[in-house]
């Protein structure tokens, strides 16, 4: 998509299997969280303008889903929307699907996720009268294109990827997280060895929130706002993963601040040269706290 200034065209991949075609860069949904109606229109407007395609959002992100409908419905048609399901049986994400999509004021979704799976809870969504077979029927009825599933634990993902055909995978590919603690390596190769979709988050987050961070109430980690030119190695080295897209945070100075570093590489950020990824090697051993912890 072309930017209004202009200058570039933003730079889209091919979601695996879906073959919807996304920008690099998208839109979290939290960015419109607590907003009015003006600043909504205003946020989705800017980011569509600068060649944003997809947008994620979910049930859990306070009003986002309310603001963010009536914001997105007169772009509807020129980008991919994405939503989640934190329920997981399958009459109570039926529910859920049904009320986002009231909400979003849409009559489909792209992309529909469980959100954030943990070991523990792979068997039950698989399982008779699991969520897994809400998605299902609803890709059979129409009402989603495409389903997948996020997590934060590739032991999850591996599990879920080699039970069952999903289209996408929404997990952290985060600098400090993977090149400190190897958190996104197996889910990504066993993701892409299936041609799934695959959907970067954490992109721009530095390290996990202490006592004293103020500032960022939609992010419960710390982002890489104080850092421009760490968050540029951060976003460039996360998009060289083999990821077709990364959401930005949800505020709305971080998915600024991802466009701005999108738009110096001309809509396509570079990969990083050798001495760049070694100095991101260095500064994520110096993360005490990253955003994940390692698994024990």
């Known amino acids: 998509m072309k930017n209004k200034k202009g200058s570039y065209t933003m730079e889209e991949r091919i979601l695996g299997k879906t073959g919807l075609k996304v920008s690099v860069f998208a839109f979290g949904g939290i960015v419109v969280r607590q907003t009015s109606a003006g600043e909504a229109a205003a946020a989705v407007a800017e980011a569509i303008d600068?060649?944003?395609?997809?947008?994620?959002?979910?049930?859990?992100?306070?009003?986002?889903?309310?603001?963010?409908?009536?914001?997105?419905?007169?772009?509807?048609?020129?980008?991919?929307?994405?939503?989640?399901?934190?329920?997981?049986?399958?009459?109570?994400?039926?529910?859920?699907?049904?009320?986002?999509?009231?909400?979003?004021?849409?009559?489909?979704?792209?992309?529909?996720?469980?959100?954030?799976m943990e070991p523990g809870e792979v068997d039950t969504v698989l399982g008779p009268g699991g969520a897994v077979e809400a998605l299902v029927e609803a890709k059979q009825k129409g009402l989603v294109r495409n389903i997948g599933f996020s997590s934060h634990f590739d032991e999850a993902a591996l599990r879920l990827i080699r039970a069952f055909s999903f289209d996408t995978l929404l997990f952290p590919v985060n600098w400090a997280c993977r090149l400190k603690n190897g958190l996104s390596e197996a889910a990504l190769a066993e993701a892409a060895g299936n041609n799934m979709g695959r959907i970067a988050i954490k992109s721009l987050a530095n390290r996990a929130k202490d006592p004293t961070d103020d500032g960022f109430p939609k992010c419960w980690y710390r982002p890489l706002f104080d850092d421009p030119a760490l968050a540029e190695l951060a976003l460039r080295y996360t998009l060289s993963q083999d990821v077709h897209t990364a959401v930005s945070p949800g505020d709305i100075r971080m998915l600024r601040l991802g466009l701005d570093i999108v738009e110096k590489y001309h809509g396509k950020p570079a990969p990083l040269s050798p001495e760049e990824l070694d100095e991101l090697k260095n500064r994520a051993l110096g993360v005490k706290e990253t955003v994940f912890a390692p698994v024990a």
Not at 60 to 65: C, E, L, M, R, T
Not at 79 to 104: G, H, I, P, Y
Request: hydrophobic share 35%; proline share 4%.
């Open 50 to 116: 600068r060649g944003v395609t997809y947008f994620d959002v979910a049930p859990s992100y306070g009003d986002s889903q309310q603001m963010l409908g009536p914001a997105l419905q007169p772009h509807r048609s020129k980008v991919s929307l994405a939503c989640k399901t934190k329920f997981r049986t399958r009459a109570e994400a039926l529910a859920d699907l049904e009320n986002s999509l009231k909400l979003l004021r849409t009559d489909y979704f792209d992309v529909y996720q469980m959100h954030a």
